[in-house]
């Protein structure tokens, strides 16, 4: 993927909780400084992603998780899922986790939504 994101979309589900869509963010709603934080919080959700992919268990239909949907300014997509737990202490990616990075882009501007 190319270093700037246009668009990322992060719904967090399982459990009880059904689908809660978390960020439905485009960059050409952004300042300059915001979408320097979202390319920086796409590559965080990358790297976490590589990192549990190969290790990581199936996810249960109980288990919370979220998922990642991102196009790139020159339209490649990805998408993947990753466990809520991901990043927690312990893991290869400690004081990265998840939700502390999901967090960094729901406070973005919400025009950019």
């Given at each position: 993927?190319?270093?700037?994101?246009?668009?990322?979309?992060?719904?967090?589900?399982g459990g009880f909780?059904?689908?809660?869509?978390?960020?439905?963010?485009?960059?050409?709603?952004?300042?300059?400084?915001?979408?320097?934080?979202?390319?920086?919080?796409?590559?965080?959700?990358?790297?976490?992603?590589?990192?549990?992919?190969?290790?990581?268990?199936?996810?249960?239909?109980?288990?919370?998780?979220?998922?990642?949907?991102?196009?790139?300014?020159?339209?490649?997509?990805r998408s993947f899922?990753?466990?809520?737990?991901?990043?927690?202490?312990?893991?290869?990616?400690?004081?990265?986790?998840?939700?502390?990075?999901?967090?960094?882009?729901?406070?973005?501007?919400?025009s950019a939504r």
């Amino acid at each position: 993927m190319s270093d700037q994101c246009a668009r990322v979309r992060v719904t967090y589900g399982g459990g009880f909780a059904g689908a809660i869509p978390r960020v439905d963010l485009t960059r050409s709603g952004l300042d300059e400084a915001d979408a320097r934080t979202m390319d920086e919080v796409c590559r965080q959700l990358l790297a976490l992603t590589e990192a549990h992919s190969p290790r990581a268990p199936g996810l249960g239909a109980d288990m919370a998780y979220y998922r990642v949907e991102m196009e790139g300014a020159n339209g490649e997509k990805r998408s993947f899922t990753i466990p809520d737990n991901a990043g927690r202490e312990g893991d290869a990616l400690e004081n990265n986790n998840i939700g502390a990075i999901v967090d960094r882009l729901t406070n973005l501007p919400r025009s950019a939504r």
